[in-house]
């Protein structure tokens, strides 16, 4: 699953590694690639990513499969992360003039370009995990892309905010884009509202606006704002072991449970 918007701060990174560690909670076998060159979901899973330690550069630009770079997430039984190194930030220049370098990625997971001819390998991954996350960076670039041609299935966080729409058609245009010409299974699968304080007139009227126009693709739960959420990255946990018992850790759980309910994958 593709957990991508092109805009930063909407929750991209929190979600990916509260919803994997909430799956991993609930028993899957889970892997996070982290695909933004700031490593923000490495430091959150407590996953070393200093430069020199394998990472998801190896795999998009030295062509490594991921499923060997793969580390276990120390707290987490069950969950596994490709970190993001600072190496990451030159791979959408160097891969320019690489061919098909837009389905580098998939390559590294599946062990095959766009179409299965080694099935061998494909199984190893999807023997391997129930579910595949993917943390984007916040743009519409070379990166991005490449999870948009690796995935089945995309997550797009939303905040609860004024300019929430903001920006959604190019992305929505870039999937239709990607559908068509690259990687015909990708669909929009499930929206999720993020930092929802539920006290504002404002967030209401937006989760109205977002279920209005993407009706079941949107979760039921909405992730509200807690501070919780926001320090438990700096002890290098997800709020899902920093404060279990809290409403960012207990709606996080929800919403995986939907999704796992969903057979997202
Ligand atoms: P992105 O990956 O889309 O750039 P982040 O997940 O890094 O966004 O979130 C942006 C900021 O908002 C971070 O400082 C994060 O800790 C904070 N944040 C995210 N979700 C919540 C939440 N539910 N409550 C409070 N703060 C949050
Ligand atoms: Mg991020």
Partial sequence: MVVANQKGGVGKTTTTVNIAAALAQLGQRV???DLDPQGNA???LSVEHRRGVPSTYDGLVEGKPLADIARPCPDLPGLFVVPATIDLAGAEIELVSVVAREGRLRKAIH????VVTD???AAEVEDRFDYVLIDCPPSLGLLTLNALVAGDEMMIPIQAEYYALEGLGQLLETVDMVRAHLNPDLAVSTILLTMYDA???LA???ADEVRGHFGDQVLRTN?????RVSEAPSYGQTVMTYDPGSPGALSYFEAAREIATKGAR
């Avoid at 062990?111 to 766009?114: A, I, K, N, S």
């Avoid at 992730?223 to 501070?227: C, D, G």
């Fill in 31 to 33: 892997l996070v690639i």
């Fill in 42 to 44: 490495s430091t959150a």
């Fill in 111 to 114: 062990g095959h370009p766009l």
């Fill in 119 to 121: 099935a061998a390998r």
């Fill in 199 to 201: 006290r504002t007139r």
């Fill in 204 to 206: 209401a009227g937006v």
């Fill in 223 to 227: 992730i509200p704002r807690s501070v």
